[in-house]
């Protein structure tokens, strides 16, 4: 198979229905060979994205472009894009094999190149000893590998995934995040996904385009995205976050001190960030898994007393809602094998976080 991937663009694309819009002015650049997703919630305009770069929906306004080349008018067939939906759309009466050569089929390929092909699509997602078998004979996983080989047999230019993982159990989507991400590693595809999922946006992706009511919100590497995002939408949907509100106190070189209700907080600005003036207001997020339980004779740079008002074991963690008098309810995550104590509602705890721990974001939760 072909290894080389190209590049997708779409500058100023929208998409109304009437006086709904469902996409609005979203403009992005997509890489060769890269592993793009598309992540929002319901209703964000990341599946009508997909509609349009397939060419199944007709943009309002903007451009599609594949290698700069404009294709925005250009019917689906004629875009040569290889596609995964949600329900993977297997033929039931056609085997394995059958199912993957349809599109070879469909564009007259000769027999010989076809069954070639074909092997080689199977050999790739190493379902080649089910190749005679009926999708009903398969597991879903494998039933996805089948949709995922078809898709990929006639050397597409991308290949769009609509929410692939979605009809699988939660063990069964982790253990396919990582062959799809292999998948992507060895034929040097550009990939474009669309998930609600965050966990499946991160784990396969080099990119995230995060939308929310048809706007692109923030865009980047999900390391970048997870650790420094700039609202609170992108911070609380991906990922669980703690807010705090206060106000500038006092700035010093690369941080500044802020009055949260009764407390004084100490937070770290990166270079790029502006220098605010006193009494502006400051919404901070602090990632659960980034505050300590301190021991007596600890100190860290914010802290926090409080009790325990519910806790849950996770198996890999506990979480822990903690409600402290000067900031609220805060929530907790400590790895288990390392937890200095063992929760209990009620219990009286000091809670820690370094002054880099909290990120700035801005407040667009109206």
């Not at 999708?135 to 769009?160: E, I, K, N, T, W």
């Not at 006092?250 to 009494?279: H, K």
Request: glycine share 8%; proline share 6%; hydrophobic share 45%.
């Amino acid at each position: 198979m072909s290894v080389t991937g190209h590049a997708l663009a779409f500058r100023g694309l929208t998409k109304r229905y009437g006086s709904f819009t469902a996409v609005e002015d979203v403009s992005l650049a997509v890489e060769q060979g890269e592993f793009l997703t598309l992540l929002g919630p319901s209703g964000s305009g990341k599946t009508t994205i997909l509609m349009c770069i397939a060419g199944f929906v007709a943009p309002s306004a903007g451009a599609i472009l594949l290698d700069g080349r404009d294709i925005t008018a250009l019917p689906p067939e004629k875009r040569d894009f290889g596609m995964v939906f949600q329900g993977y759309a297997l033929f039931p009466h056609m085997t394995v094999a059958e199912n993957v050569a349809f599109p070879l089929r469909v564009r007259r390929l000769g027999q010989a190149e076809r069954e070639a092909k074909v092997r080689a699509a199977l050999d790739l997602v190493q379902l080649a000893q089910f190749a005679e078998r009926l999708p009903r004979q398969l597991s879903g996983g494998q039933q996805q590998r089948v949709a995922l080989a078809r898709a990929l047999v006639f050397d597409p230019a991308l290949l769009l995934l609509d929410e692939p993982l979605s009809a699988l159990d939660k063990k069964l989507r982790a253990e396919l995040q990582e062959e799809l991400r292999a998948l992507h590693r060895r034929v040097g595809r550009t990939f474009i996904n669309v998930t609600h999922d965050q966990e499946e946006a991160l784990a396969l992706s080099d990119r995230v385009a995060i939308l929310n009511h048809g706007k692109l919100v923030q865009e980047g590497a999900p390391a970048a995205l997870y650790e420094r995002p700039q609202t609170r939408f992108v911070a609380d949907f991906l990922g669980k976050s703690n807010f705090l509100h206060g106000r500038v106190r006092e700035v010093a070189s690369g941080r500044i001190g802020l009055t949260a209700r009764a407390m004084l907080l100490v937070q770290n600005l990166p270079d790029s960030t502006p220098r605010p003036a006193l009494g502006t207001p400051v919404l901070l997020s602090l990632r659960p898994e980034k505050i300590m339980l301190l021991a007596e004779g600890e100190s860290a740079e914010n802290e926090a007393a409080g009790r325990i008002a519910t806790w849950s074991y996770l198996g890999a963690g506990f979480s822990l809602v903690v409600d402290t008098p000067d900031l609220g309810p805060i929530r907790v995550v400590l790895p288990t094998w390392r937890a200095p104590i063992a929760p209990a509602e009620g219990l009286q705890v000091r809670l820690g976080w370094a002054a880099d721990a909290s990120v700035p974001v801005m407040d667009d939760a109206a």
